[in-house]
Nanobody, 121 residues
C-alpha cells in the first residue's frame, strides 16, 4: 500500500482544515488507517484511526469533538476533517496503514510523506 497525504496549510485559530490520504492498491479496505501527528520536539501521537470497513473510529483525547475521520473505500481515500483548530494542533500530520486495528503508531507498516499543518493564534 502506498499512501499520499495532502491538504495541510496555514490557518488561523478557530478555522477548519481537511486532510486527505489517498492510497494505491486494490485491497485498501482491509487496512486500518490512522492519522498521526508530530510536533517539533515532541513524540508522534495518535490523531484518529478508522477500521477497514469504516465502522470503528477512535481519536486522541485532544481531538475528540473537533476532528472527524472518514473513509471512502471505493475511492481509496481517508479524510480527516479538523475543526476549531488551535495553535497546539500545529504539527506534521501523517497517514498510515496497518493490517490490524491499533492506536500505536509503531505498529503501522505503511506511511505517507506527511503534510504540514500550522495554526496561528
Amino acid at each position: 500500500v502506498q499512501l499520499q497525504a495532502c491538504g495541510g496549510g496555514l490557518v488561523q485559530a478557530g478555522e477548519s482544515l481537511r486532510l486527505s490520504c489517498a492510497a494505491s492498491g486494490r485491497t485498501f479496505s482491509i487496512y486500518t488507517v490512522g492519522w498521526f501527528r508530530q510536533a517539533q520536539g515532541k513524540e508522534r501521537e495518535l490523531v484518529a484511526v478508522i477500521s477497514g470497513g469504516g465502522g470503528v473510529t477512535d481519536y486522541g483525547d485532544a481531538m475528540k469533538g473537533r476532528f472527524t475521520i472518514s473513509r471512502d473505500n471505493a475511492k481509496n481515500t481517508v479524510d480527516l476533517q479538523m475543526n476549531s483548530l488551535k495553535p497546539e494542533d500545529t504539527a506534521v500530520y501523517y497517514c498510515a496503514a496497518a493490517r490490524f486495528y491499533d492506536r500505536i503508531w509503531s505498529r503501522y507498516d505503511y506511511w505517507g510523506q506527511g503534510t504540514q499543518v500550522t495554526v496561528s493564534s
